[in-house]
């Protein structure tokens, strides 16, 4: 069974511009939710969609956005990228809520530096 | 609002020995909480998750403890060995929500 798969893996952008992130849950996963790790911060909760639907949004400016595709897979933008996007960004995927024998399956990653 | 906190950021232990990470949170409406392991360049692992109702749970030779009137909960992982050493995070989450609240993660260092 493939994992969660998160393309492209590594991203440099320029200040101002978008960038768009990908995520492929595992196959029956319809819950996507995308998470920011930041050094010293955690995993910071950006969104999370559940067919096709958003259920659930953090506490992040409108420049960050998301969307989930009729196959569960999602993307995620960020617009008019500034230097403090530079992170981790992480896709976790499930069939249902964490801890119930149904964890959260987290993806490898994009890590985008914005210059 | 960081509502999960780990506030050791490193932990340094000695192969064989017990390694315990500690965790807190504020939300009393957390019902379930989650330990992930995170390598260098890939995505968090789960570990080990115990829910509010129980004070213990134990898989090999990882065993996390919730103590809820403390708000308080810590992960031993005995004994420790080599390929330990990661980020481990603490995660929580309330009834039927699929949100996880993160702490900042706590390093762990395994010295032969």
């Known amino acids: 069974k493939a994992g969660v798969t998160q393309t492209p893996r590594y991203l440099i952008k320029t200040r101002g511009q978008q960038v768009t992130l990908s995520c492929s849950p595992i196959?029956?996963?319809?819950?996507v939710s995308w998470y920011q790790q930041t050094p010293g911060q955690g995993l910071q909760f950006l969104f999370e969609?559940?067919?096709?639907?958003?259920?659930n949004k953090g506490n992040f400016p409108g420049r960050f956005s998301g969307r989930q595709f009729s196959n569960s897979r999602s993307e995620m933008n960020v617009s008019t990228l500034e230097l403090g996007d530079s992170a981790l960004y992480l896709c976790?995927?499930?069939?249902?809520?964490?801890?119930?024998?149904?964890?959260?399956?987290f993806g490898q990653g994009t890590r985008l530096t914005v210059v | 609002d960081q509502q999960v906190k780990q506030n050791s950021p490193s932990l340094s232990v000695q192969e064989g020995r017990i390694s315990i990470l500690n965790c807190d949170y504020t939300?009393?409406?957390?019902?379930?909480f989650l330990w992930y392991k995170k390598y260098p360049a890939e995505g968090p692992t789960f570990l080990i998750s115990?829910?509010?109702?129980?004070d213990k749970n134990e898989d090999g030779r990882f065993t996390v403890f919730l103590n809820k009137s403390a708000k308080h909960l810590s992960l031993h992982i005995v004994p420790s060995q080599p390929g330990d050493s990661a980020v481990y995070f603490c995660?929580?989450?309330?009834?039927?929500?699929?949100?996880?609240?993160f702490g900042a993660g706590t390093t762990v260092t395994v010295r032969a």
């Open positions: 976790a995927s499930s069939s249902g809520p964490a801890g119930m024998g149904t964890e959260a399956f």
């Open positions: 196959s029956g996963h319809r819950s």
């Open positions: 969609y559940f067919s096709e639907t958003q259920r």
């Open positions: 939300n009393s409406m957390f019902d379930y």
């Open positions: 115990i829910s509010s109702i129980k």
């Open positions: 995660a929580a989450r309330g009834s039927d929500d699929y949100k996880l609240s």
